[in-house]
């Protein structure tokens, strides 16, 4: 079984646009959920960095609530809350309650908050590893505490931590997955409606595993020639310490 | 230079510093004329690094007051309030604390116009002008990482100046470098203080302090032991305890 | 109390203060009623059983598969992270390709692939076993996780000083005795936060089994949903929310606490 794989259905037309059409889906709702997750990532940092009142003790339990439980369950929950605070309407012809914000909405929002809390500790790290010294070089220069974070503490961070923002944003991806189980149709969810119709269940998933390999590879080596553009000669490398 | 001016222009009284039980300044006072090169010398843990904070407010005073100009350092809460000190009294670090992701030229540049809002055209040529001046033409766009540990000592006085500062404080400047490069950095700021700028310099360079210094102060266990002009302070010392020290770093 | 212990009670008791503020403002005037049912579908949600009889379902179901799954991929990780530091260089690379591999699926592919790949029936020896989906769920979890072990191990192995290795070679050891008696007992400790790191990643995965069929606890919750209505549907996730919570809180707590302890110990 394993030496006969049948991949013939990849030439059916209607199978490379349901793929393709997923596989768009998919790199919106990572794109877009990148994108909010450094925005959470920056502000959430921002603020416990600057010690807001109120603000800061509620970021710290949002970053225990969902670093501790899973994005899964997060995102059914934003999915069934929004529908039962009343945002939904009632299909005319089937009667099913439809929520109002898409599905695709529920899923970018809990990804960005999910990932995003991780993003934030990942930059806060990146903070604390800016050299004492370079923080009291703008002192002495009459920069403020704003100005500080904004031109030296970030940009520095930022730079540190694209290792680890990768990863983040890699997990990201491969949580991106789970959109299928709330009717998203991203490229898993065409994947399974094809296992469905062929039974070509290996060989389907093998396919879809290789396409999340390809975007995964591809994050990573971009994050690479990134970090590349933006390193900073001579730091880093115990020669600024 | 020669003419003596009415009103010391640094005029620190009495100031008490403490790290929770450690009391690191206790009770010292000097003053220092306008134009004048001040050397603070003493041993490690002498609170010398302490004293020079405090006269920038990178530091804040338990007791006492300090003067600069027209500055009460010690009522400075805020940081806006500091920001006008900080124009008027720039800082060179031992560790240099150059931006590390910045070049050496956008090192320069940045505070004057982030901080004071100046033109960048005219921070630009100023920044030209300083670098030619500490003989660092050339490395406009080198990052500090890239430089040795004189040439961004070289760029930090670069950066400093630019603030158009009054007085510079000098924090053992020297001291991280190695041997052959401490002389280009002195020698830069033997031009500084030959143009008639005012600099306090903490420091273990004896030889420098007694060349160039129109003052010397010597601190031990956070108190002011003994000061005075440097003929007088090297070679006809009163205090026992400077005595000893300068009979082990001469 | 010091700095660490009231920053975790604070993060313990806010979040739960937070998920029943949640439950408030859903619910208003209702909260009663969808307490009530929390509390009637509790033992339901925690064991799979309607009073208490028994485990292996719900909440439990998750813990055990966690378990499991934790106990083969440690086994399959330390073998695939001892090839990974192999002297021979084709079995190193072969390693770390499998490991990067493994690591870069996502779990919910690999769980779809094991329902369907792995057969409803094995025998061994004329004993036929039943892979049920619950045996799926804990082979399909332990693929990438073992990955994550693999470099766990190889990064504990290689954050022993290299002196280690000199020293015991100049002893006359060989080089299996080294990794075991020498650098292993060293490495352990080192590595410890990120197993343990690894084992609560892989918990609050385990709500993924959901689509192989298992009576976890996500499952259970929509039987629940079903059957009490959609109305209770943010109440019963809540109670999910909280249940994970409460299990993977204490176990960061107490990783951080561990990972202070071994840096202040170098």
Not at chain 1, 146 to 159: G, S
Not at chain 2, 1 to 17: G, S
Request: net charge neutral; with cysteine; aromatic share 10%.
């Amino acid at each position: 079984m394993l030496f006969s794989l049948d991949f013939e259905w990849l030439a059916d037309p209607l199978y490379q646009d349901w793929l393709l059409e997923g596989l768009g889906t998919t790199l919106a709702i990572t794109g877009v959920g990148t994108i909010l997750m450094l925005i959470i990532g920056v502000v959430g940092a921002a603020i416990i960095h600057f010690n807001i009142p109120v603000a800061k003790p509620l970021t710290i339990i949002m970053i225990d609530l969902f670093r501790n439980t899973p994005p899964l369950v997060q995102l059914l929950f934003l999915y069934f809350m929004l529908s039962d605070l009343g945002m939904s309407y009632t299909d005319a012809t089937t009667g099913e309650r439809i929520p109002l914000l898409s599905g695709f909405a529920c899923v970018v929002i809990s990804l960005a908050l999910y990932n995003g809390s991780i993003a934030i500790e990942v930059i806060r790290s990146g903070i604390n590893s800016v050299p004492r010294q370079t923080v009291e070089g703008g002192i002495s220069l009459g920069y403020s505490r704003a100005q500080i974070f904004r031109w030296i503490e970030l940009p520095i961070a930022l730079r540190l931590t694209i290792p680890n923002m990768t990863s983040n944003v890699v997990s990201l991806i491969k949580t991106s997955a789970q959109a299928a189980l709330v009717a998203v149709t991203d490229v898993m969810f065409y994947a399974t409606q094809i296992t469905l119709e062929t039974f070509l269940n290996l060989e389907v998933m093998i396919v879809l595993w290789l396409i999340y390999l390809v975007i995964t590879t591809l994050v990573v080596l971009l994050a690479k020639q990134l970090a590349k553009a933006l390193t900073i000669p001579g730091f880093g490398a115990g020669a600024m310490k | 230079m020669n003419t003596p001016p009415c009103k010391p222009f640094i005029e620190v009284a009495n100031i008490y510093k403490s790290y929770g039980s450690i009391a690191v300044l206790k009770g010292i006072s000097m003053t220092i004329q306008a134009g004048d090169v001040a050397c603070i010398i003493g041993p490690s843990g002498s609170g010398k690094s302490t004293l020079l904070r405090c006269l920038n407010g990178l530091v804040s005073v338990d007791r006492g007051t300090i003067r600069v100009d027209d500055f009460s350092v010690e009522l400075l809460q805020s940081e806006k309030e500091l920001v006008p000190l900080r124009h008027k009294v720039s800082m060179v670090f031992q560790q240099y604390n150059l931006f590390p992701h910045k070049t050496v030229l956008q090192n320069i540049m940045m505070a004057p116009i982030q901080v004071l809002g100046h033109n960048k055209q005219d921070v630009h040529e100023r920044a030209v002008k300083l670098l030619a001046k500490v003989q660092l033409s050339g490395k406009e766009n080198a990052y500090p990482g890239e430089l040795s540990g004189g040439q961004q000592q070289r760029v930090a006085i670069a950066r400093a100046l630019a603030m158009q500062p009054e007085i510079i404080l000098f924090d053992e400047v020297t001291a991280a470098l190695d041997p052959e490069m401490v002389q280009e950095v002195l020698n830069v700021i033997r031009d500084l203080a030959s143009e008639g700028m005012t600099c306090v310099l903490v420091t273990h360079e004896m030889r420098f302090a007694q060349q160039v210094a129109d003052q010397v102060f010597f601190t031990d266990g956070g108190v002011m032991v003994e000061h005075g002009a440097p003929d007088r302070f090297f070679n006809n010392p009163s205090d026992p305890r400077l005595k000893s020290f300068l009979a082990k770093v001469l | 109390m010091s700095k660490e212990t009231t920053s975790a009670t604070f993060g313990f008791f806010g979040v739960v203060a937070a998920l029943l503020a949640v439950l408030l403002t859903l619910y208003g005037q209702g909260t009663g009623e969808a307490l009530r049912v929390l509390f009637d579908r509790s033992s339901l949600l925690l064991t799979g059983s309607s009073n208490f009889s028994g485990f292996g379902g719900g909440f439990s179901a998750n813990v055990i598969i966690s378990v499991l799954s934790m106990a083969i991929a440690l086994v399959c990780g330390f073998f695939l992270g001892g090839a990974m530091v192999s002297p021979n260089a084709m079995v190193r690379s072969v390693a770390v390709v499998f490991m990067n591999l493994l690591r870069s699926s996502p779990w919910l592919v690999v769980l779809y692939a094991m329902l369907y790949l792995l057969p409803f029936n094995v025998s061994i020896f004329g004993h036929h076993i039943f892979v049920s989906p619950f045996l799926k769920a804990v082979i399909g979890l332990s693929f990438p996780v073992t990955a994550y072990i693999a470099e766990a191990f190889r990064n504990g192995i290689h954050a022993v000083p290299d002196g280690q290795w000199e020293s015991a070679r100049a002893l006359g050891y060989r080089r299996g005795q080294i990794l075991r008696l020498i650098i292993l007992p060293q490495a352990f400790p080192l590595m410890l936060p990120n197993l343990m790191t690894t084992y609560a990643m892989l918990f609050i995965g385990t709500s993924l089994v959901v689509v192989t069929g298992t009576s976890d606890v996500l499952s259970i919750g929509k039987t629940v949903i079903a059957s009490d209505g959609d109305d209770y549907a943010a109440a019963v996730y809540l109670y999910i929310l909280l249940l994970f919570f409460l299990f993977a809180y204490p176990l960061a707590t107490w990783t951080r606490a561990l990972e202070r302890s071994l840096s202040k110990g170098k």
